[in-house]
């Protein structure tokens, strides 16, 4: 079984800064793509960035220059640093890591269970 949890969210002001993080445990043999996503209240969950096994990064639009995706690949551990935050980034903010539970199996995809960002203006 493979557990999915993040934290790190909070209440914080217009230009704020904060920090996420997600980690996956049980049985897992292999993680691959590591992402964030978020949804905002009346609107469809968005990809807000994401990272490879290999350090490969990718960026929404909308947040470029203001939020850094990491990992720590031994401890299937993946990072959002949020800073320069704004009221638009209020949102519950997911994990997903596609994980293979052995070295026979294929990668499936697991949520964690969200973590809340408020941004106030």
């Known amino acids: 079984q493979v557990q999915v949890v993040e934290s790190g969210g909070d209440l914080v002001q217009a230009g704020g800064s904060l920090r996420l993080s997600c980690a996956a445990s049980?049985?897992?043999?292999?993680?691959?793509?590591m992402g964030w996503y978020r949804q905002a209240p009346g609107k469809q969950r968005e990809l807000v960035a994401f990272?490879?096994?290999?350090?490969?990064?990718n960026y929404a639009d909308s947040v470029k220059g203001r939020f850094t995706i990491s990992r720590d690949n031994a401890k299937n551990t993946v990072y959002l640093q949020l800073n320069s935050l704004k009221p638009e980034d209020t949102a519950v903010y997911y994990c997903?890591?596609?994980?293979?539970?052995?070295?026979?199996?294929?990668?499936?995809?697991?949520w964690g269970q969200g973590t809340k960002v408020t941004v106030s203006s």
């Open positions: 997903r890591a596609d994980i293979q539970g052995g070295p026979r199996g294929g990668f499936n995809a697991y």
């Open positions: 049980g049985s897992i043999f292999s993680v691959n793509f």
């Open positions: 990272i490879t096994s290999g350090g490969s990064t």
